[in-house]
């Protein structure tokens, strides 16, 4: 059979915890400022204010070059794009008259095919 230890130990001979403890723990002090001004004067707050500004201007900047980079990459992008739609539109065209012009030697069924396909694209 094992005892235990701390129930024979006399009450003001425990170990002491948070719970356990009889004195009250006061709060630290407040610490105060000495005199009306900060630590730092306005001048140096005026100038870490300014720099703190040209920094970020400086990230605009760089974001907004790099907007415009891509700007121009979509914009070059584009013009590739609308150049190959309007030479798929000719090429299209072509087609369709080439179809028509030759429309009494092709047989009836492809002609009707053929047209149908070109036109719904």
């Known amino acids: 059979m094992t005892t235990n230890n701390f129930d024979s130990v006399n009450e003001n001979e425990r170990p002491s915890t948070p719970e356990t403890r ?10 105060r400022r000495h005199g009306t001004r900060s630590a730092l004067s306005s001048d140096s707050v005026i100038i870490r204010k300014y720099l ?28 590739k794009q609308s ?3 309007v ?18 030697s092709i047989p009836n ?9 070109l036109i719904v694209n």
């Open 83 to 85: 150049d190959v739609i």
């Open 109 to 117: 069924w492809i002609y009707v095919q053929l047209m149908n396909t």
């Open 22 to 31: 009889r004195d009250t723990i006061s709060a630290p002090p407040r610490l």
């Open 52 to 79: 703190y500004a040209e920094i970020e201007i400086e990230n605009l900047k760089k974001e907004l070059a790099n907007c415009r980079a891509e700007n121009r990459i979509h914009l070059s992008t584009q013009f």
């Open 87 to 104: 030479s798929y539109k000719n090429k299209i065209s072509m087609i369709q008259e080439l179809l028509f012009e030759n429309s009494e």
